[in-house]
Nanobody
Framework: QVQLVESGGGLVQAGGSLRLSCAAS????????MGWYRQAPGKQRESVAG???????DYADSVKGRFTISRDNAKNTVYLQMSSLKPEDTAVYYC??????????????WGPGTQVTVSS
């Protein structure tokens, strides 16, 4: 039993900053890659940022230079620091994690999402 829970979403004005967190809990042996996705109304879900277990990161072009993904392996938590937010960033943000469970099974888990709204 593993669950991911996002937090930190909310309403912010354009140009502002917001920090999202996602904590994984349950029968976790280790976590490989973790990432953030988002989905705006009427649009497909898109990848925002990813981070490997070793700390290598990758970002969507639309957020590169503005968002920073990080993780705390001891806390099984991934973060997304969002700066210079734009109205186009408005979406439900989801985290995911490639988790190795005790017993060595592997499965990609998703959080329920957290709303980020950027006003103009």
């Amino acid at each position: 039993q593993v669950q991911l829970v996002e937090s930190g979403g909310g309403l912010v004005q354009a140009g502002g900053s917001l920090r999202l967190s996602c904590a994984a809990s349950g029968s976790i042996f280790s976590i490989n890659a973790m990432g953030w996705y988002r989905q705006a109304p009427g649009k497909q879900r898109e990848s925002v940022a990813g981070i490997t277990s070793g700390g290598s990161t990758d970002y969507a072009d639309s957020v590169k230079g503005r968002f920073t993904i990080s993780r705390d392996n001891a806390k099984n938590t991934v973060y997304l620091q969002m700066s210079s937010l734009k109205p186009e960033d408005t979406a439900v943000y989801y985290c995911n994690a490639d988790i190795i469970h005790y017993g060595r099974s592997r499965y990609v888990h998703w959080g329920p999402g957290t709303q980020v709204t950027v006003s103009s």
